[in-house]
C-alpha cells in the first residue's frame, strides 16, 4: 500500500473539533437560562394580575427591574457569541454578537412586556 493512494488526512487529525461547535451546546444553555429574565421582565412590567392591572390599576414602579433583566438576557447571548471563535476574525464576530444580543434581548422584552403596539397575542 503506497501513501500516494491513501486519502490525506484532515488538518485537525488528532481528534480534536472546531472550537465552534460549543456553540451547540452553549446557545440552547443560555436560551433556557433566559428563562429566569423573562420572567423577572414579565412580573416586574405587569406584576401577577397582568398588564391590565387585573381591576387595582398597574403599578409602574419595576420598570427599571424589567430593563435591567432584558439586558441581562441579552448580554447572556451576546458573550458567548464574542468569546466563543466560532469565526477567527473578531471583526466579524463583535458585529454579530451585538446585533443578536440586542434582537435576543428586545424579544424577551416584548415577549415579557405583554399586548402593545407591537405585539398581540
Known amino acids: 500500500m503506497s501513501s500516494a493512494t491513501e486519502p490525506s488526512a484532515p488538518a485537525n487529525s ?51 427591574m424589567a430593563i435591567l433583566a432584558c439586558c441581562i438576557a441579552a448580554a447572556a447571548l451576546a458573550i458567548p457569541l464574542l468569546f466563543i471563535p466560532w469565526v477567527r476574525r473578531r471583526s466579524v464576530r463583535s458585529p454579530v454578537a451585538v446585533v443578536s444580543g440586542l434582537a435576543w434581548g428586545y424579544l424577551i422584552a416584548v415577549l415579557s412586556h405583554g399586548e402593545g403596539p407591537w405585539f398581540t397575542p
Open 14 to 64: 488528532r481528534g480534536r473539533r472546531h472550537p465552534g461547535l460549543h456553540l451547540l451546546w452553549v446557545v440552547p444553555a443560555v436560551v433556557l437560562f433566559c428563562f429566569v429574565p423573562w420572567v423577572v421582565a414579565a412580573l416586574s412590567w405587569c406584576g401577577i394580575s397582568g398588564c391590565t392591572g387585573g381591576g387595582f390599576g398597574r403599578t409602574l414602579d419595576g420598570q427599571w
